[in-house]
């Protein structure tokens, strides 16, 4: 029999299937590309903006000065240590990122948890770890806001050849005045302003870096040759700049800013907060008189130093610390680590190697070899000459922008470790003075007694002292973050906060009598210890998720910190030897 033909009911009912079928998978691609996009910008505009901020220190002057140094005596080769230490960079300040989110905490306060209230030889851990870790960190801040305060300088000069060197030092000193009309930025909640700020004056750095670039003839197929490993890295002078490259690029204050930045809710901010100016200094707009008082009480809180009261239920040790909730985690770690990722590879660098390549083909290729190290001055007077005026500007500008930045940025970093070390707070303002007088009593004996040489001895100076304090600060990173006790988050934290908050609050609003502050006292320890061993036993009922970091992490973290002091030894017995 032959075979039926279909009936047109059925051809008719088919086509109709076919048809809803289609405008139903119409309707549901296009909305959902729309909503994945639309999803990817609002995660871009509330994430994005601290691995900028961070990144910011990876290509200060200090970096420009040893970058210089390689291209102009090796070419090309050393942009395989460029890279590697940019890969040092990320791991180190992941690192951080990770500690602040899943903890709350930045580093110098939990330097303070791990060794302020230690149950055996107290005093002991305190004058001994403590006190000069501090000492070094601020150690640190000093040299790497010298060698801001320099580079800001020198690009000045540049900018207006008439003005002296010491004029220029004192110039830079003006921006503290960006400062005291800015919001602090390390607060409860990002400043996007600040952000916004520092991210236009990295890419004004990377801008006129790449029409720098751009205007320069180049071997591209031997630049990026010089991404491979070469046995120049393994010469003496060869290894000798390249430690300085790693030492000169890991820097310390800015695992100290990450950390305290990752601490921030990015997802729950409201738009007020993010507004440059205080709340105190934004009312009563009309009321001039008003006005003047809140600018005139705002002027005094900035010189005011206090010290962070500490309160009776506050943490002694990490076993007392409640960690961030993991609603908070999940909503912010994956996102700041891409962030960071993306930031310190695409930008430090992206902005280290086109200045390594920018000597190199100046200084090395088109020089006919290189006859020493250059500096920055150096370098502005060969880029003049040969590029012109417009190309030699745009390096000055650059240099400018970089200065700027990373002072900022190191400001910050000093009011974290204050603030985290010792329970000091003082507005950034201050800081900022503070920290700038110790570079600047320095920076204008050596311009006035030198002149332009001492200025560049002294730039790679700071940058020597930074090497020598780098092991002490990713050390106790390092620890911390591979510590399950510190790094352990458990699914009650957030009710486990709420409430002992809640019994803290309601128990201190009581008013009671003078007869009755004994009991009262007596009824707040029980109240404590009772929260003590509830939260306790909670931890211990509840499932904890360890965040810490695995074994290949730790492996890969203490090979990273053996190079870092191997550099560092390295460096300290060529300087002693008189290699320069």
């Known amino acids: 029999m032959l075979p039926h033909a279909p009936s047109h009911s059925s051809t008719s009912s088919e086509l109709a299937m076919k048809t809803s079928s289609s405008q139903a998978r119409s309707r549901w691609t296009f909305p959902s590309v729309s909503t994945a996009l639309r999803a990817v910008g609002t995660h871009l505009l509330k994430h994005t903006g601290v691995g900028i901020v961070c990144a910011v220190a990876y290509f200060d002057p200090g970096n420009w000065g040893v970058d210089l140094q390689a291209g102009s005596q090796f070419g090309y080769k050393l942009l395989f240590v460029v890279l590697l ?18 903890t709350g905490l930045d580093l110098a306060s939990h330097c303070r ?39 800001s300088a020198m690009a000045l000069v540049m900018l207006f050849p008439k003005l002296e060197i010491w004029a220029g030092v004192l110039i830079t000193t003006a921006d503290v005045l960006l400062l005291l009309a800015m919001r602090n930025p390390i607060g409860g909640q990002p400043v996007r302003a600040f952000e916004l700020g520092i991210a236009a004056l990295v890419f004004i750095v990377l801008i006129c870096m790449a029409v720098i670039i751009s205007k320069t003839q180049i071997n591209w197929g031997d630049a990026f040759e010089g991404f491979l490993p070469s046995k120049t890295v393994f010469g003496s002078d060869g290894l000798y700049t390249s430690i300085g490259i790693i030492g000169a690029t890991v820097m310390p204050h800015s695992l100290f800013l990450g950390s305290a930045l990752a601490t921030q809710d990015r997802v729950h901010s409201s738009p007020a907060e993010n507004s440059t100016l205080g709340t105190e200094t934004s009312v009563s707009v009309r009321n001039a ?28 040790s990490h076993a007392d610390w409640t960690n961030h909730p993991l609603s908070f985690i999940r909503q912010h770690l994956s996102h700041g680590i891409v962030d960071m ?50 190309a030699a500007t745009l390096f000055a500008l650059a240099l400018l922008a970089s200065g700027q930045s990373s002072s900022i940025v190191a400001t910050l970093a000093a009011q974290i470790v204050s603030e985290g070390f010792i329970h000091w707070t003082t507005s950034p303002v201050l800081t ?22 001492g200025i560049a001895t002294l730039l790679v100076a700071s940058q020597v002292v930074l090497s020598i304090v780098l092991p002490f ?44 502050d004994k009991e009262r006292k007596s009824e707040d320890v029980v109240v404590e210890t009772i929260t003590a061993n509830v939260q306790d036993l909670e931890r211990g009922s509840a499932k ?22 191997a550099a560092n030894v390295y460096a300290i017995v060529g300087l002693a030897m008189g290699q320069e």
């Not at 948890?113 to 403590?130: F, G, K």
């Not at 005139?296 to 005011?304: D, N």
């Not at 920018?358 to 150096?378: C, E």
């Not at 019994?503 to 009755?516: A, G, N, P």
């Open 289 to 316: 008189r008003t006005m003047a008082k809140n600018f005139v009480k705002a002027l005094r809180s900035t010189f005011q130093v206090k010290r962070i009261e500490e309160r009776p239920d506050e943490p002694k």
């Open 341 to 390: 990722v993306i930031s310190l590879l695409g930008l430090a660098v992206v902005i280290n190697a086109l200045i390594l390549i920018l000597a190199s083909a100046v200084f090395f290729v088109n020089g006919g070899g290189s006859t020493g190290p250059a500096d920055l001055f150096d370098a502005y007077d060969l880029i003049r000459d040969r590029l012109g005026v417009a």
């Open 544 to 565: 904890g998720v360890d965040f810490s970091n695995g074994k290949i992490t730790v492996a890969i973290g203490a090979v990273i910190w053996t190079i870092i002091v």
């Open 473 to 516: 600060v990713t050390l106790p990173l390092i620890l911390l973050t591979s510590s399950k006790q510190v790094m352990t988050v458990y699914d009650n934290a957030e009710c486990t906060s709420t409430s002992s908050t809640s019994s803290t609050s309601s128990t201190s609003s009581e008013e009671l009598s003078e007869d009755k």
């Open 432 to 453: 900022r003075l503070l920290t700038r007088c110790f570079g600047l009593i320095p920076s204008l004996v050596v311009a006035v007694a030198v002149g332009r040489p």
């Open 113 to 151: 948890l791990l060794l302020h209230d230690r149950p055996r030889h107290t005093l002991l851990w305190r004058w001994c770890a403590l006190y000069p870790l501090y000492a070094l960190s601020e150690i640190a801040i000093i040299s790497t806001d010298l060698a801001e305060l320099l580079g």
């Open 85 to 102: 230490a940019g890969l040092f960079a990320v791991y180190m300040q992941v690192l951080a990122s990770r500690l602040g989110c899943v």
